[in-house]
């Protein structure tokens, strides 16, 4: 594959710490999409201070190869949320956002939704509230190298 970029732990680390200083809005429960997401999830509620902090799990690639269809499920009991903050590591197509965003307003059509990510692509099809950088190549999450170096 080319243009394969590796993201290391302490480029994440500081890119964790500017996504905190650009969410401006109060929210109750984080919510990480699994699998990238979870790590954001859970030290984004270590330090916002939050035991509210639940996964979902989407299946949408087969390994870097993008898959016809998108599959949402284990979706967590958010009834007494009333603002989620959704994350994610990377907004690619936007499609798994889009139907993350879709099953859960059905699900929970009372609670308020923001959506954070680390990247974005311009190209894609719905935007974060809130992201970091743009990716200049496939990025190579440390989570997903560092035990196979």
Known sequence: MKNKIYYPYQEYREDLKTLTQKIDQPFD??????????SMAQMLG???????????NT???????????????NIPDLKSAKQVLIVDDIVDSGDTLVEV?????????????????????????????????EPQGWVAFFWSEDLRA
């Open 29 to 38: 429960t984080i919510l990480g999409i699994a699998r990238g997401g979870l």
């Open 59 to 73: 299946i949408g690639y087969d390994d870097t190869e993008k898959k016809d269809s998108l599959e949402v499920f």
């Open 46 to 56: 270590e330090y916002y201070d939050l035991r509210e902090v639940y996964a979902i």
């Open 101 to 133: 965003l879709k099953v859960l307003n059905q699900k929970y059509p009372k609670v308020t939704f923001f959506t954070a990510t680390i990247f974005y692509k311009q190209t894609a099809c719905m935007k974060p509230t809130w992201y970091v950088k």
